[in-house]
């Protein structure tokens, strides 16, 4: 009695210990023991699959369902592990007698397994000291052995059955609560593993085979009731793999793919391992295509492989599993048949290896990172593919060619949109797919996504939703191996125009725009920007009378807060919007606006949208048919208030006397806020006058670092002088010359400045006349100076005019040659048989300019003119005589003063101030000729070279485009040559000429020589009387 005694309390300590730390499996028991409270003591409910002896200590989730693997279970009470019955008594009042291993064999009807270890001589080992764990097969696990098996065991009984039973024993007490999944347990077979697994939902396997009755505890160990015999494992996945000839098209795939050195390492891994007979159901090529991108293939090896142990009876209901791929798939069961992804594949199942269990499938399991995007496409986006292929637009979707399907559902496509012409459905299907693979993870609020048609796509990111443009994406995305796949719930309607430009079109916000315009927000529809605005129509304004207006209109601060109130900063369209709660947009005017989206339909402070998602390239447009106003704004003057109420009904508005609204500043929410810094600089110009004896070479040399700089070189055979010239871009500038820094949004004129160099003040002559040196530095240092950029168009105070008179003693020749890399440019060349003097002028663009002549600079949408500004020289003003006449010098000098002080741009239409002007008179004995050369760098600048046979002077000069003409033709000309006193000794012919050559210039322009040459006179007689060709 009291060794009984002894033995129930020692019995009692076990279970309470086991309590303490409690496994998946002892939670699970007790669990049953509650559902069975109301049929007595100690007795523990459980599922049995009908037509079949499997049991189970359920889940909630199948005892609710009454179902195991889909198979209805009915349920069953039996008394607990370590319980009895009594008879005569309810429930299992009793606790089971404790006894060694071989007598608990008994206890627990492992009958078979008790006979078989008597016959094997283990008897005597279990019944004796020691402690043991026995994972002891069901009288129904040895029915299941394969007959031929049984039978050997049993007609070797001393060792193959011997061998057998000790590989089912642990040479220690082993609990439940004790095993942890994926463990490794050596059994008493020459230490060979035991490879347990221990589920979440309570069951535990050794070999994949499930514990049905756990826990019963002996004098010498502890006995575990298993539903199969299970054998002695020495593979690996890899093992199995390379010797099982169904195996070969999947070993050859994990060959290819770098994977099979991991299948034979040590791991938890399942494998759903396709046969010889699955591959052969793959479309044809397909297997031969993917196998030369490893990536693919890798994908689709690891694709069948789970990062955990999962036996076929641990299973019981379907569950979600990670691959080793990275994405998912479901495994289930049918009764005794195991699923994948809902579809019966399962030919055999449980081979244990000693890193996994291998399941072998009669399907290959294709993921999506495995497939092209079209492959993707699935029955919701049939019409979608379908038109693709119709179009002509599979051929820009390639194997190679990386893309993302923008897929609408086959709801989108309406009868309306199918009756759309062709082309234009073309270009709407162009605008769902977009040229890079874009992934769900790699977008974000604002993107830009551009699509085949060439169309820019924004991008809005919201608490639950994910939209591009007017669509919102639906669950359901897909990643292939060439791009993806976003579903989506409509067509992508790319906006084209401003909110201005919507609300104009559309023609139902008439006062609308009006109000917005005396508000001076009207820059706000037209800027760039991201809004969302609630824009009321002309209805909402019906009520009010002209008096109501112009009382609105008079006073801006309240215009504005009311108009801003319509307006919020970033674009939230109806799909953005979560469904059925109050979404709070802050508005510009700083109170909120409550939205809500119901039923696909948008209320903004219990106002109806009758009309939503207007996308403009600056915003999104909804249409409203009231006034909107802040409920908890009040208003401080009584007529004020009498308008309100007429316009704003579903609220009432609060009156407090003498209250009034915040001044809102512009600059709140203009985007078109100038900040300016100014730096005076002035930059250092040293000016060449080049003597070149020889011929000169021209070479062009472009900056390689920045292709914005180029060098001049001029060379001779024999030169006294080499000039290197570097024009840098001049920046940005004011109208007073300050450099511009900082800010956003300027109309900037970009002028060139000149840096010239090498410094030759150390000249000792000028055509041997040494008194020239001080005259033409001094000269030369007030151009530079009165200069830095755009100084002759900023009209600084008057500078010196250097008066030039020009002597030819034959008939000219007027030649004009225009540009080829710029038609603007063209170049005026008078000759004479014997000239005297010839002239070359650099012209340099100088910008835009007002009506007053002065720089306009900021902003934009100026209309703007730019006026060139001319640099001459050298100076030779001190001629001292003209044909023997000195009293020709100051009458000349005089009308070529006033012919310059009227010049500049369009000078007889604005007289702007006079600009520094340089004249310069060239001295040529013989004959020139004209050279142009143009720059291969930039077509914009020209050369002109003049040469003769035996020069005094040589200057190389760089035009650059001036700028237009007026209407009227009136341009920069000079000098006049209408004091001259004979051409060809013909004194008749001055008047004639005089009047033929004034009648060109005022013909002027750009290109005017060319528009409107004179009578064909003036070419015979000129080409005629010349014995050179014209240039």
């Excluded at 078979?112 to 097969?137: H, M, V």
């Excluded at 000169?696 to 010239?725: A, M, Q, W, Y």
Aim: proline fraction near 4%; charged fraction near 25%; hydrophobic fraction near 35%.
């Amino acid at each position: 009695m009291h060794q009984l005694l002894a033995v129930t309390s020692a019995l009692v300590a076990l279970c309470c210990l086991g309590s303490v730390d409690s496994s998946a499996y002892d939670k699970i028991v007790t669990h049953s023991r509650i559902r069975a409270r109301s049929e007595g003591p100690n007795v523990c409910a459980m599922q049995q699959v009908l037509g079949t002896q499997k049991k189970y200590f359920s889940t909630c989730r199948n005892w609710y369902k009454r179902s195991i693997c889909g198979k209805k279970a009915t349920a069953v009470y039996e008394c607990c592990p370590g319980y009895m019955k009594l008879e005569g008594m309810k429930g299992c009042p009793a606790v089971a007698p404790i006894d060694h291993v071989y007598g608990t064999l008994g206890l627990v009807k492992a009958t078979t397994t008790q006979q078989y270890a008597d016959i094997s001589k283990l008897r005597e080992e279990i019944e004796g000291q020691g402690s043991f764990t026995l994972f002891a097969p069901s009288n129904e696990a040895w029915d299941l052995l394969d007959p031929s098996v049984r039978s050997a065991l049993v007609s070797n009984v001393n060792i193959e059955l011997y061998n057998a039973l000790h590989y089912h024993m642990v040479n220690r007490r082993l609990l439940t609560k004790g095993m942890k999944d994926g463990m490794t347990v050596n059994s008493m077979y020459h230490d060979l593993g035991l490879h347990i697994n221990h589920y979440s939902n309570g069951v535990v396997t050794v070999n994949c085979a499930r514990i049905i009755h756990g826990n019963q505890v002996a004098t010498n160990g502890v006995v575990h009731v298993i539903d199969r015999v299970i054998s002695a494992v020495g593979s690996t996945i890899k093992d199995v793999l390379d010797v099982d000839e169904d195996l070969s098209s999947f070993n050859a795939a994990a060959l290819a793919s770098g994977m099979m050195d991991k299948l034979d390492q040590p791991g938890q891994f399942t494998l759903f391992a396709p046969t010889n007979a699955a591959f052969d159901k793959l479309n044809a090529g397909y297997l031969e295509r993917i196998m030369g991108n490893k990536d693919v293939i890798a994908a689709l090896v690891n694709y069948h492989l789970l990062k955990t142990v999962q036996c076929s009876e641990a299973i019981t209901a379907g569950s979600v599993y990670e691959t080793v791929e990275g994405s998912s798939i479901e495994i289930g069961c049918d009764g005794d048949s195991l699923t994948v992804n809902g579809i019966k594949m399962v030919l055999k199942k449980d081979i244990v290896t000693t890193n996994g269990v291998i399941h072998l499938i009669d399907q290959v399991l294709i993921p999506d990172s495995a497939k092209e995007v079209m492959e993707l496409m699935g029955d919701t986006q049939s019409v979608f593919t379908d038109m693709v292929s119709e179009l002509g637009l599979a051929a820009a979707m390639r194997p190679q060619t990386e893309y993302t399907l923008l897929a609408p559902v086959n709801g989108a496509f309406t009868n309306e949109v199918m009756s759309t012409d062709q082309n234009l459905l073309r270009y709407i299907l162009e605008n769902h797919i977009l040229k890079l693979k874009v992934t769900l993870s790699e977008l974000y609020n604002g993107q830009l996504l551009e699509t085949l048609a060439g169309q820019f796509l924004r991008v809005f990111i919201y608490r639950t939703a994910v939209c591009i443009e007017n669509a919102c994406m639906l669950r359901g995305g897909k990643e292939g191996s060439n791009g993806a796949v976003h579903l989506m719930n409509s067509l992508i309607q790319p906006a084209k125009k401003t909110m201005y430009e919507l609300l104009i079109a559309d023609g139902r916000f008439k006062m609308f725009l009006s109000l917005m315009e005396t508000a001076d927000l009207t820059d706000l529809l037209k800027q760039e920007g991201s809004y969302t605005m609630f824009a009321p129509t002309d209805e909402a304004f019906a009520d009010l009378s002209r008096e109501d207006l112009a009382l609105l209109r008079s006073d801006l601060n309240v215009l504005r807060t009311i108009l801003l109130y319509h307006f919020s900063n970033g674009i939230f369209i109806n799909g953005g919007l979560e469904g059925g709660v109050t979404n709070l947009l802050k508005t510009l005017q700083g109170n909120n606006l409550q939205v809500k989206s119901v039923n696909n339909s948008i209320h903004v402070n219990s106002v109806e949208v009758p009309a939503s998602d207007l996308m403009a390239t600056n915003g999104v447009v909804h249409i409203v048919k009231n006034l909107l106003y802040p409920g908890d704004l009040p208003v401080g003057r009584q007529e004020l208030m009498v308008i309100l109420q007429k316009v704003i009904r579903y609220i009432k508005i609060k009156y407090v006397p003498g209250f009034t609204y915040t001044e809102i500043p512009l600059t709140s929410y203009k985007r078109t806020i100038t900040t300016t810094h100014y730096i005076e600089t002035v930059p250092d110009v040293t000016k060449v006058t080049r003597v070149i004896e020889k011929e000169p070479t021209v070479t062009t040399v472009g900056d390689e670092g920045d292709p914005s700089i180029l060098t001049r070189i001029i060379e001779i055979g024999d030169p006294r002088v080499n000039k290197v010239t570097r024009v840098i871009d001049g920046g940005e500038f004011d109208a007073d010359g300050k450099r511009i820094t900082g800010g956003a949004r300027h109309t900037t004129v970009n002028e060139p400045h000149i840096i010239e160099g090498p410094d030759f003040s150390k000249i000792t002559t000028i055509h041997s006349n040494p008194g020239l040196i001080q005259e033409e530095s001094e000269r030369i240092t007030k151009l530079i100076k009165a200069g830095g950029k755009g100084a002759a168009i900023r009209r600084p105070p008057v500078p010196d005019v250097t008066k030039v008179t020009r002597f030819i003693e034959k008939e000219p020749t007027v030649t004009t040659v225009g540009d080829e890399g710029d038609p603007s440019i063209l170049t005026r060349i008078i000759e004479i048989g014997d000239p005297r003097v010839n002239k070359v002028t650099r012209v340099i663009d100088g910008g835009e300019f007002d009506a007053d002549g002065k720089r306009i600079t900021g902003g934009a949408r100026h209309t703007t003119v730019n006026e060139p500004h001319i640099i001459e020289g050298p100076d030779f003003s001190k001629i001292t005589t003209i044909h023997s006449n000195p009293g020709l010098i100051q009458e000349e000098s005089e009308r070529i003063t006033k012919l310059i002080k009227a010049g500049g741009k369009g000078a007889a239409i604005r007289r702007p101030p006079v600009p520094d002007v340089t004249k310069v008179t060239r001295f040529i004995e013989k004959e020139p000729t004209v050279t142009t050369v143009g720059d291969e760098g930039d077509p914009s600048i020209l050369t002109r070279i003049i040469e003769i046979g035996d020069p005094r002077v040589n200057k190389v000069t760089r035009v650059i485009d001036g700028g237009e003409f007026d209407a009227d033709g009136k341009s920069i000309t000079g000098p006049d040559f209408s004091k001259i006193t004979t051409i060809h000794s013909n004194p008749g012919l001055i008047q004639e000429e005089s009047e033929r050559i004034t009648k060109l210039i005022k013909a002027g322009g750009k290109g005017a020589a060319i528009r409107r040459p004179p009578a064909g006179m003036r070419r015979a007689r000129l080409v005629r009387r010349h014995h050179k060709p014209r240039q």
